[in-house]
């Protein structure tokens, strides 16, 4: 079967020096990763902007209003969501949030606000760790 080739736009979303991440809920329908944190974002739709996106999922995701920031971080992933092969290339922004009182969608069961020097302590989906790394590398912060 031929991989589905998608492209995402994710996110770290900033209020003040901390970064949110969210952990995945059981109950999350194209879940792969439940129980471990991921950072805000999706699949962009067919016809959408990608900033229009990016904002609609960290929306649906956190309830969160963001500013959008640079690009620093560009990656792929090839999970099987549902039984299809899917060939994801995604671009990772920094964000900022103007609150950060979190309204989170069934998808995510928990989040926390961290110091992204502090990424390892938490249970992360695979290949989030090289968007950290890419993050405090280019901020100074390694």
């Known amino acids: 079967m031929k991989a589905i080739l ?15 991440i969210l952990r995945e809920s059981p109950q999350y329908r194209e879940g792969t990763n439940q129980g471990r944190y991921d ?4 699949r962009i739709k067919p ?7 990016l904002l609609r999922e960290i929306n649906e995701e956190t309830g969160l209003s963001v500013k959008i920031g640079r690009p620093f971080h560009v990656d792929e ?3 099987t969501i549902s039984g299809k092969k899917l060939h994801i290339f995604g671009v990772y922004f920094e964000c900022f949030a ?6 989170l969608s069934k998808d995510h069961d928990s989040f926390e606000w961290i110091n992204p020097r502090n990424y390892k302590e938490y249970n992360l989906v695979s290949g989030l760790e090289k968007v ?5 590398r280019i901020n100074g912060r390694k």
């Open 132 to 136: 950290f790394e890419s993050y405090l």
């Open 77 to 79: 992933w090839k999970p």
């Open 6 to 20: 998608q492209t995402a736009v994710k996110a770290l979303v900033f209020r003040g020096k901390k970064t949110l």
């Open 47 to 53: 016809g959408q902007r990608y900033y229009k996106s």
């Open 98 to 103: 103007d609150s950060d009182k979190v309204r």
């Open 39 to 42: 950072v805000p974002g999706g």
